[in-house]
């Protein structure tokens, strides 16, 4: 699949917005999806592709998926409303597409895997949309990125693991770019890894990067240790899965 017109959900946020410069930047026409047009303008340059939806109801997305070929996932709650947001961007989305499976890049977080340490329902809801996304059959690549700024001047080499054990940050333009080459790269398909920053130099090798990581076979990540049951799942999280899976059945 040709990759052209980019949804960029989350357009407005501190990752969206360096994705939509990316997603310029390499060449594809990304298109903002924002839920206010007049601040969206005063924090996005003025040509840029805007699209009116709000992430939390399907049925105002069917001009932002309108001819998509490809859709960075970007967005998060600040406020503690996980399932509306950081899950129902997901299900929505799934939503509004149809039968349609686009290629996905899916911004979600280390430790989304590692339940009992803190975190609460935020890393649940994430491992959710996961989920939706690797039962959609849609190809796709899910991206766990350290902590955010974390990084010194010299930590320019990009490190993917699997597993989700391990422990470091990340730039926000490199997550960024990271996000949007995976959807240009066909050794990232299918495949969920952590991204951290280490030190040493960038590489533009975007395959040799991917293509080491193990393809997921299941709901979860490959290598990840702790698996929840789905039919532990909440009712509607079950009848979303169904959804999407009963396209590609
Ligand atoms: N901080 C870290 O170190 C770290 C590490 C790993 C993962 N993460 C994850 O990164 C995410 C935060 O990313 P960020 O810093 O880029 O966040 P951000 O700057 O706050 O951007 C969040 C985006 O989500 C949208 N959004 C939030 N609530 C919404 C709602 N109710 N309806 C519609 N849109 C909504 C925002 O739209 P508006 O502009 O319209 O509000 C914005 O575009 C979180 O989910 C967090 O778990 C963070």
Redo the contacts with the bound molecule.
Sequence with gaps: MTVSTVLVV???????REAMAAATEAGLAPRAL???LG??KR?LPADTDFAVG???RADTLADAVREVDAIIF??????G?HQ???YG?VANTFRALGRRRPRIAL????YVTRQGQGYGP?IDW?RRAEWLVRASGAPYTIV???????VGSGDGRLVLEQGDTGDGGIG?DQLATVLVRSLLTDAAVGKTCELFARSGTASSDWAALFTPLDPDTGLDGAHDSARVPLDAEPAGVQRDMAAVRAVTE
């Design positions: 989350g357009a407005t946020g501190s990752i969206g924002v839920r206010d601040r969206a924090v709000d992430i939390t970007t967005h998060g709650s600040n406020a409303d509306r947001v950081d961007a911004m979600s977080s280390i935020v994430k766990r990125p350290g902590w955010f700024d974390r926000r």
